[in-house]
């Protein structure tokens, strides 16, 4: 199930279920958005990203859903596999002024028990 | 292709000391990022260069951290002095241009005591 703990929102799921993790961006101007994953002790490794004039962008395994009405993202995963252990980010990317300057989320937890 | 390469991986020092990363990004990359990121948090975006030229330093506490890309190139902060609460992850990243995927170095975890 999901929880809020003290710091990051955690995710726990079986190996092989499909996990589904969700982001609120803030800025509804905002062009272009970026799925990372973070594994412990290393930097964030993109994902998928998906344009505003899409809802909906699919690669191998995860899917990117975008619906801008309510300035929410989600990322699914399917057959979730312990690999898939690790922390992950939503970015946003305002076009302030054409700096583009991109913005992280919280981060969500994922657990995956063999 | 290379990563982002980052040094140190980790240092300890203690309060009021100085402490300087060094981050070289993948080769083309016009855009550089510095972050912090504080266990349990996303990353904080410290400073964004646009080849040698600050596109962002807003979030950059100016009274004791700096940053250069003199050359376009490789780039360090510096931070002087610490402070406890600089305890963190700082973390460089670049890309080809402005907002566009980031490629992140492995980090330098940073401990203040």
Redesign the interface.
């Known amino acids: 199930g999901e929880s809020v703990g003290?710091?990051?929102p955690t995710l726990s799921v079986q190996e092989g279920d499909n996990s589904i993790i969700n982001c609120a961006y803030s800025n509804s101007a905002s062009d272009?958005f970026?799925w990372?994953k973070q594994e412990s002790?290393?930097?964030?490794?993109?994902i998928i990203?998906i344009r505003s004039n899409m809802d909906k962008r699919q690669g191998q395994r995860v899917t990117v859903l975008l619906n801008k009405t309510v300035k929410h993202l989600s990322l699914q995963i399917a057959a979730t596999q312990p690999g898939d252990s690790a922390v992950y980010?939503c970015?946003e990317?305002p076009p302030a002024g054409?700096?583009?300057?991109?913005?992280?989320?919280?981060?969500t937890s994922l657990i995956v028990h063999p | 292709e290379a990563g982002v390469a980052q040094s140190p991986r980790y240092k300890i020092i203690e309060k009021r000391q100085s402490v300087a990363f060094w981050c070289n990004p993948i080769s083309g990359h016009a855009t550089l990022y510095w972050y912090q990121q504080i266990l349990g948090q996303g990353p904080k975006l410290l400073i964004q260069f646009q080849n040698n030229g600050v596109v962002d330093d807003s979030q950059l506490p100016k009274d004791r951290f700096s940053a250069e890309r003199l050359k376009g190139v490789d780039s360090t902060l510096k931070i002087q002095p610490a402070k406890l609460e600089d305890s963190a992850v700082y973390l460089c990243a670049s890309s080809l241009e402005p907002g566009n995927i980031q490629y992140f170095g492995a980090g330098t975890r940073l401990s203040v005591l």
């Open positions: 003290l710091h990051l272009y970026i990372y002790g290393k930097g964030p490794q993109f990203d980010f970015a990317r054409g700096s583009y300057i991109p913005t992280f989320g919280r981060g």
